[in-house]
Every structure is written in C-alpha cells, then in structure tokens.
T-cell receptor, first 117, second 112 residues
Framework: GAVVSQHPSRVICKSGTSVKIECRSL??????MFWYRQFPKQSLMLMAT?????????EQGVEKDKFLINHASLTLSTLTVTSAHPEDSSFYIC?????????????FGPGTRLTVT | GENVEQHPSTLSVQEGDSAVIKCTYS??????FPWYKQELGKGPQLIID?????GEKKDQRIAVTLNKTAKHFSLHITETQPEDSAVYFC???????????FGKGTSLLVTP
C-alpha cells in the first residue's frame, strides 16, 4: 500500500513551453500533497504544499505564477511549469500525506526528470 | 523554523559491517522523525519512522533511536549489504507543520 505515482517519469521540452506533471496517490486518499525539487547530489527542496480543494501554499522564493499547482481531488495533484527555461531543468518529486486520523506518514513518488532545451 | 543537521555526508562500510547516520533537530515541537532511502534517479522511499513517544524502533536490520532531550536521532543499519548503498535522508516534523524538514543526506556505500 501507500503508492504514489508520477507521470511522466522524464520529459524534454523546449524553452518557452509549458509542462504538466501529474502526481497520484494510488491506494489512499491524500488531502495534502507536496512538491519538491531536487538538484544533483542535494537534498529535497520544498516548493509548495497543496491541499485538496484550496490554493497551494508556496515556499519563499518559489514563483507561484511559474509553478502552477492544482489539487483537484483527493488522489491527484498537478504541477505545471509554465514558460520553462533551462534553469528549470531538475528532478521534481511529489509526495502525499496519508489522510487518516493521526496519520503522519508521507510517501514519495518516483520523480520526474525535466530537461528544458 | 526547524533546522535538521545530518552527519556524515558520506559513509563507506564493508559488507556485513554496521552503519550509523546521525541527525539533530532544533525545534522541540518536532515529534515525527522519518528516514528515507533514495536510490539514483528514484524518489525517496520511507524505510522507518519514529514518533516522540518512543525511544527506539526496529525493523529487521534497520533501527532508529531518538533522544528528545538532546534533540537527536540516529539510523542504524546492521549486517549491511551492497543493495543498502543509496542516499539516506532524515527528516523532522511537528504536528503543527505539514511539511517535512530534511537533512542534507548521507551517501552510503557498502563495498563487497
């Protein structure tokens, strides 16, 4: 149980285009999902917290107009990188928090490798 | 906010030996401490976690200890195997915060 999927696993796009990444909790409901960005050999950097049915909360320094997050259901959150630039190339990982009473576990997806050319 | 420090940044052990990774945290309100294993090109995998009302938890070759007074917790891997080679991250979170605060990671290499 507690499986989180991401799609696509890797994507290459041209500068100026937009890319959408999906994050799904496959066997549990998640009122809260998180989006992280990870550079090579570094830790995970939290970009935003996404709550189902409400606006995402972005971390300081993350442009909300560039990284659009939608959490339309208890099992799906999407991250859209708008007008992508080469510096947006990174490994993007989502995670989902189990929505049970007292649940604290947070499970991660397999990540999406974005390359902007 | 919470600050999680993790040591060492790299660790090399021989197969069969034990490996210990240590983390400290700053926020006394933190009460949930998970450990994640991340293999190259993959997402982090939750391997064990501990809550503040417990001092130690074990799952086969993996154990985690927590010292709330000193604000530190450790991951212990016994009888290491080459497939244990990966990057390990510790994290901490309080009930009032949703997001995990991660350490910088430890790259563990188990040599045959």
């Amino acid at each position: 149980g507690a499986v989180v999927s991401q799609h696509p696993s890797r994507v290459i796009c041209k500068s100026g285009t937009s890319v959408k990444i999906e994050c799904r909790s496959l066997d549990f409901q998640a009122t809260t999902m998180f989006w992280y960005r990870q550079f090579p050999k570094q830790s995970l950097m939290l970009m935003a917290t996404s709550n189902e049915g409400s606006k995402a909360t972005y971390e300081q320094g993350v442009e909300k107009d560039k990284f659009l997050i939608n959490h339309a259901s208890l099992t799906l959150s999407t991250l859209t990188v708008t007008s992508a630039h080469p510096e947006d190339s990174s490994f993007y990982i989502c995670s989902a928090r189990v929505s049970t009473s007292g649940g604290r576990e947070q499970y991660f997806g397999p990540g999406t490798r974005l390359t902007v050319t | 906010g919470e600050n999680v420090e993790q040591h060492p940044s790299t660790l090399s052990v021989q197969e069969g030996d034990s490996a210990v990774i240590k983390c400290t945290y700053s926020d006394s309100a933190s009460n949930y401490f998970p450990w994640y294993k991340q293999e190259l090109g993959k997402g982090p995998q939750l391997i064990i976690d501990i809550r503040s009302n417990v001092g130690e938890k074990k799952d086969q070759r993996i154990a985690v200890t927590l010292n709330k007074t000193a604000k530190h917790f450790s991951l212990h891997i016994t009888e290491t195997q080459p497939e244990d080679s990966a990057v390990y991250f510790c994290a901490a979170r309080s009930d009032s915060g949703y997001a995990l605060n991660f350490g910088k990671g430890t790259s563990l290499l188990v040599t045959p």
